[in-house]
Antibody, heavy 118, light 113 residues
């Protein structure tokens, strides 16, 4: 059974940094791309970042490009989201998500981690 | 970017009645390589992450009750709950996986009347 366990969220001041972590198990980690999706309080879902199975391809939503960095450690089965220059509007629950092979349909989700910028 | 617009934003339906949610895309989601539409529907319950209901616009995910169905092609899609049950209360989102940035509809809240 696939499990994505997240950590690292919290309260941070505007302009500061935070790093989210996602520990994956139950899937072939080195074969899977990973994504971060966020949900602002009372709002809808927004894709934030993706990293390919080998880490060579990364992609970001325009709202976070240049401030957020996604990375992975295939030796530890972990994915990270480094968030710099945080803004009040980055306040959200952040989900780590793994899509099915070949298509960006999010089959597996972490439990969510609240990042509050205030 | 592909914009997905859901309607309505919320709806209240009596138990056992039909609920219909629409999702309109600003661009066609038809994948010419397989003649399928790159649209997925999710259900989200409070405090939980979303769960896949329907993918390729009309294929029901394994384990999803038969009362959920998806229809549509090109730019117009619908999710139908044929007989609303109490456990169906929640938020419903469409998402396109045709191209990056991967975008979601704004969500539709389904409640019991």
């Amino acid at each position: 059974q696939v499990a994505l366990v997240q950590s690292g969220g919290g309260v941070v001041q505007p302009g500061k940094s935070l790093r989210l972590s996602c520990a994956a198990s139950g899937l072939t980690f080195s074969d899977s791309a990973f994504y971060w999706v966020r949900q602002a309080p009372g709002k809808g879902l927004e894709w934030v970042a993706m990293i390919s199975y080998d880490g060579h391809k990364k992609d970001y939503a325009p709202s976070v490009k240049g401030r957020f960095t996604i990375s992975r450690d295939n030796s530890r089965n972990m994915v990270f989201l480094q968030m710099d220059s945080l803004r009040v509007e980055d306040t959200a629950v952040y989900y780590c998500a793994a899509p099915r092979l070949f298509f960006v349909v999010f089959d597996h989700w972490g439990q969510g981690d609240l990042v509050a910028v205030s | 970017d592909i914009v997905l617009t859901q309607s309505p934003d919320s709806l209240a339906v009596s138990l056992g009645e039909r609920a219909t949610i629409r999702c309109k895309s600003s661009q066609s989601l038809l994948d010419n390589s397989n003649n399928k539409d790159s649209l997925v529907w999710y259900q989200q319950k409070p405090g939980q992450p979303p769960k896949v209901l329907i993918y390729w616009a009309s294929i029901r995910e394994s384990g999803v009750p038969g009362r959920f169905s998806g229809d549509g092609s090109g730019t117009d899609f619908t999710l139908t709950i044929s007989s609303l049950q109490a456990e169906d209360v929640g938020l419903y989102y469409c998402q396109q996986y045709d191209r990056s940035p991967w975008t979601f509809g704004q969500g539709t809240k389904v409640e019991i009347k």
